[in-house]
């Protein structure tokens, strides 16, 4: 094996141990605090101290060639100041230089000070990059450069020069090569590291937001639920039950029962279809005019006027199925309107019947201006009228038999039950499915 083969070994074994101290170094929160750009008198006296006793140990590491020292030592100061700019790099280049000027010999001179200049010099090459790493490229071809500025230093200064030509025919190649892999290696860690702090930074940034997203949505959920009834009203004459529940925190299905008079009540329900957010937020500007024009406007002209209102701010993947009436106590009569909405079912107690209102073919939101029919249904004592969403038709189906006759099923076979009993009837026969659910509003009107 030459000498310059043998060189090269014993510096590359050097730069490996040099390495494995790197590793063991960047997992110091100190190291870490300085590649997030948080710089400290503390944490760049210790990095000093750090890298410059890895210059100390690449000077002892190395390989003795014509009286000069072939070492690793300049690999601690250039780190250093690639990762901690001018002044950690300076500082552990003066321990390692001026160590290295200590041990004396021909090259001493210029071998402590192109120790130094290699820590100054990573530093700016750190300011240049807007005080951040170069990543592993360039950070090679900085020590490439380093190493061969070095040796062009030790031909310049060191006397006599045929030994210094000596020295440097014989440790150009190990020299660079060793130097160049540990800071490879080196370099690989530290963007290694980065890459890590990056990933976990984001990971924590994508909670935070999911955090405040789910927050957001809490408080969204509990406005959202403010604007539906606290408590049933009494409706003399009838038993009311009714049940909400939305898909995800929030929902576009709503009902509604509205004191107009004390002889009428308003009756609504809806579906408002669309992206759960803004669906919600339809959900409650229509539940707002509704209740706020009730007892100025007949069905017709508020579903008018309501329409009129939401089609110019919505867009096309938006509209709104709505079925609103009004309820006659006196004569238990109940005047309706339908905007495309699934038709409440009717039980008819004398003749054990199931109907269905009638349903519009006209949606709020599509266009500007529309007509909506008016209907007029009367019912009977023990009458028992369902107001439904596609949710619960859904959320009702099975493999065998489609959620409409499940439902029409459990309303026939359960009439004599109590709108409460049977909300929490059909509830739990919801709960059932395996169907993903969408969101879900009921309410149910029985005649005494």
């Known amino acids: 094996m030459s000498s310059v083969q043998h060189s090269l070994l014993v510096l590359v074994e050097k730069a490996c141990v040099i390495v494995v101290i790197a590793y063991v170094v960047s997992r110091l929160s100190m190291f870490t605090e300085v590649l997030e750009g948080k710089f400290t008198i503390k944490n760049q006296a210790v990095l000093i101290l750090i890298f410059g006793a890895i210059s100390i140990f690449g000077t002892h590491s190395g390989v003795d060639v014509f009286g000069a020292m072939a070492n690793v030592r300049d690999l601690g100061p250039m780190v250093a100041g690639l990762i901690g700019g001018p002044i950690v790099g300076l500082g552990a280049g003066l321990i390692g230089g001026l160590y290295r000027l200590s041990l004396g010999g021909f090259t001493a001179v210029p071998c402590a000070f192109s120790t130094i200049l290699a820590g100054l010099l990573a530093g700016v090459v750190f300011l240049i990059n807007k005080r951040r790493f170069v990543g ?104 009311v039950a009714a049940l909400n529940i939305p898909a995800h925190e929030v929902g576009g299905d709503f009902y509604d029962f509205i004191p107009i008079s004390s002889e009428k009540t308003g009756i609504v329900i809806a579906d408002v279809t669309g992206e759960s957010f803004p669906a919600s937020l339809l959900m409650a500007l229509s539940r707002t005019i509704i209740r706020g024009e009730a007892k100025n406007l007949k069905p017709q002209k508020l579903m008018r006027y309501l329409n009129h209102l939401i089609a110019v701010d919505i867009g096309p993947e938006i509209f709104v199925t709505i079925l609103y009436g009004e309820l006659n106590l006196e004569n238990k009569c109940f005047t309706y309107v339908n905007a495309a909405h699934i038709p409440p079912l009717i039980y008819r107690n004398g003749t054990n019947q199931l109907e269905e209102l009638v349903r519009g073919e006209k949606s709020l939101g599509r266009l500007e201006n529309i007509e909506l029919d008016k209907y007029e249904v009367k019912i009977e004592n023990g009458d028992i009228i369902v107001f439904y969403t596609d949710g619960m038709v859904k959320a009702l189906e099975n493999k065998e038999i489609s959620g409409d006759e499940v439902l029409r099923r459990l309303i026939s076979s359960n009439h004599e039950l109590s709108p409460q009993a049977l909300v929490d009837e059909l509830k739990k026969k919801a709960a059932e499915s395996e169907v993903n659910m969408d969101d879900m509003a009921l309410a149910i009107l029985k005649a005494d």
């Open 136 to 239: 592993i490229f360039w950070a090679v071809v900085f020590a490439v450069l380093m190493e061969s500025l070095h040796l062009l230093i030790n031909l310049a200064i060191a006397k006599p020069y045929s030994q210094a030509l000596a020295v440097v025919e014989e440790l150009t190649i190990p020299i660079i090569v060793s130097n160049a892999l540990g800071m490879f290696i080196f370099a690989f860690i530290i963007s290694n590291l980065l890459r890590e702090r990056e990933t976990i930074k984001q990971r924590d940034l994508y909670f935070d937001e999911l955090e405040r997203k789910k927050h957001e949505l809490n408080v969204a959920s509990k406005i959202q639920k403010s604007f539906l009834p606290e408590e049933l009203p009494s409706i003399p004459g009838f038993q």
